[in-house]
C-alpha cells in the first residue's frame, strides 16, 4: 500500500475501511471515509478507510479505515500527492467513533470465540482507532496496525501513546498483503473493509491465511447495507436522493475495483472465498447501526463530511438537482443543511465474515 490510493465503509466517497482500517479511497482520486460496497463507507474523491470504508475497509471505512496504494496488487486507498493527511485522518477517526457501537459488538463476539490471543493485526489499520479498541478488548495481546500511508500510523503511535498501550501496541509500515511476513503468525487477523482495495481478493485472502497461527481468526469486514441519513422526502429537491448516490456509489465502486493492479473479478461469496485460501468458515453476521435522530454533534459532524464529499467526488455521476440539493445540505447557513436540521439520523449494516485455520 503506497500512499497514493485509499480505503473505505459504504463504499462511496467518505475516505476504510480497512479498518481500516480505512475506511478511507484508492487511485484515480478515491477517498475513505468510509469504509462501502453494499456496506463499505468509502467514497470516492481523493483520499484515503475501517475504519474506512468501507466504508469503505474503509472501508475507506470505511474505518476507522485507511487507504494506500501498493503496486502489483496491493493494497490501495485513494491518496492523491496533495492530501491532507490530518483531515483525512480527522475523518476516519471520527467515523470509527461513530461506529464504535458496531466494533465494540464485532470485538465481544472475537472474545467469544478466540479469548486470549497473543497476537492481533489490524491490516489496513489506518489512523489506529479499532486498533485501539482491539487492544483494549485484548490486555494480553500484542496488537499491530499495519498499513501503507506513515501519516496516518503517525496517527496511530500517538493513540496508542495517548491510551496507555504502547509499546504493547505497536505500527508496522507495510503493504498488503506481503508486508506482513516480518510480523510472526498472527491468532487474529483483522479486515477492516481493506480486502475490496485489493485487485486479486482470492489471492490475498490466501496471503492472509498463511500468516495466521494454526487456530488464528480472520475477521473479514465486507458487505452489508448502505448507510442512509435522510427521510426519503426531505423538502428540498426530488425524493430518494440516497436512493440515487446509492446507484453512483456501486458505479463508482465497480470501476475502482477493475482500475486496481492485478484486479480480477470475483463472485462475493466470501465464505467460498475463504475456503479457497484454506479456512473453516466459522460465521457471518451482520451488525446493526441504529443511531436516531436527533444526532449528536459527533454523528451530525461525521454524516456532514458523508456529503460534502458527494458533490466533488460525484460531479459527473449525479445531475444538476442534485448537486445543488446536496450543496444545501452542506451550506452551515441554510436551515437545510444536515448541520441544521433535526431528521438525521444513521442507519446501516455491517456484515462480518470469521474464518478459522486449522491446527
Known amino acids: 500500500m503506497s500512499d497514493q490510493q485509499q480505503h473505505h465503509g459504504d463504499h462511496g466517497p467518505e475516505t476504510h475501511r480497512h479498518g481500516g482500517h480505512d475506511q478511507q479511497q484508492h487511485h484515480s482520486g478515491q477517498r475513505p471515509e468510509t469504509h462501502g460496497h453494499g456496506g463499505h463507507d468509502q467514497q470516492p474523491g481523493g483520499g484515503h478507510g475501517d475504519q474506512s ?24 486507498h485513494g491518496h492523491t500527492s496533495d492530501m491532507d493527511w490530518n483531515t483525512m485522518g480527522e ?16 470485538i465481544a463476539d472475537l472474545r467469544a470465540r478466540t479469548p486470549r490471543p497473543a497476537r492481533i493485526i489490524d491490516a489496513g489499520s489506518g489512523p489506529g482507532a ?25 496517527r496511530a503511535a500517538a493513540r496508542f501513546e495517548r491510551a496507555r498501550l504502547a509499546p504493547r ?10 508486508g506482513l511476513g516480518a510480523l510472526g503468525p498472527a ?20 496471503a492472509f491465511a498463511k ?21 426519503r422526502d426531505i423538502g428540498i429537491g426530488r425524493p430518494g436522493l440516497e436512493v440515487r448516490v446509492d446507484a453512483a456509489r456501486e458505479n463508482w465502486f465497480a470501476e ?27 460465521a457471518t453476521r451482520s451488525y446493526l447501526l441504529d443511531l436516531p435522530a436527533p444526532l449528536d454533534d459527533l454523528a451530525r459532524a461525521h454524516v456532514a463530511n458523508f456529503f460534502g464529499q458527494l458533490g466533488e467526488a460525484f460531479a459527473e455521476r449525479l445531475d444538476a438537482d442534485d448537486l445543488a440539493t446536496v450543496a444545501r445540505l452542506v451550506d ?28
Open 53 to 76: 470504508g468501507g466504508g469503505g475497509n474503509g472501508d475507506q471505512s470505511g474505518g476507522g479505515g485507511n487507504g494506500h496504494q501498493s503496486g502489483g496488487g496491493g493494497h490501495h
Open 91 to 106: 475523518a476516519l477517526e471520527r467515523r470509527a467513533a461513530v461506529y464504535t457501537p458496531v466494533y465494540d459488538q464485532i
Open 130 to 154: 479499532v486498533s485501539v479498541r482491539l487492544a483494549e478488548a485484548f490486555p494480553e495481546a500484542e496488537v499491530v496496525a499495519v498499513d501503507g500511508g506513515e501519516a496516518l500510523l503517525e
Open 169 to 178: 501496541a505497536r505500527t508496522h509500515l507495510a503493504e498488503l498483503p506481503d
Open 187 to 206: 491468532d487474529v487477523i483483522w479486515l477492516g473493509q481493506s480486502l475490496h482495495h485489493i485487485g486479486d481478493q482470492r489471492a490475498a485472502l490466501a
Open 211 to 231: 500468516h495466521l497461527a494454526p487456530g488464528g481468526v480472520l475477521v473479514l469486514l465486507e458487505g452489508g447495507l448502505p448507510a442512509r441519513h435522510l427521510p
Open 256 to 282: 475502482m475495483r477493475t482500475s486496481l493492479p492485478g484486479a480480477k473479478a470475483e463472485t462475493e461469496d466470501w465464505a467460498a472465498l475463504l475456503a479457497s485460501a484454506g479456512l473453516t468458515h466459522a
Open 332 to 359: 452551515p447557513a441554510d436551515e437545510a443543511s444536515v448541520l441544521c436540521r433535526p431528521d438525521i439520523f444513521v442507519l446501516t449494516a455491517q456484515t462480518v465474515h470469521m474464518a478459522v485455520r486449522a491446527d
